[in-house]
């Protein structure tokens, strides 16, 4: 997907101008992909592709890692105790900046 999503970009922004593809630089993306991946109000078409793309990336490291995990390893990308640590720490940060 990475490599697609790379093959993607590289057409959008190397496409003639005035095409239909060169417009997707700063043809607005739609609104539900500027939520989705926060893109901002300004995000692009070219924007929404990067984030896909690193999302793939995000994906393809959690897959090959998970892979390599022996019966009963705790995968590093889903550490429970690890998110009970960090909802914890926000909390507190949380309660300590109300003053």
């Avoid at 993306?29 to 901002?40: D, H, K, M, T």
């Amino acid at each position: 997907a990475c490599h697609t999503y790379t093959k993607i970009i590289d057409t959008i922004e190397t496409a003639p101008e005035g095409s239909e593809l060169a417009s997707w630089r700063t043809e607005k993306a739609p609104a539900i992909a500027v939520g989705y991946w926060e893109l901002g109000e300004n995000g692009t078409v070219l924007d929404l592709m990067y984030a896909v793309r690193a999302d793939e990336a995000e994906h393809r490291d959690v897959n090959h890692v998970a892979t390599g995990l022996k019966l009963g390893q705790t995968n590093p990308y889903n550490d429970p105790e690890m998110k009970v640590s960090m909802a914890l720490r926000k909390y507190v940060q949380d309660v300590m900046s109300r003053g």
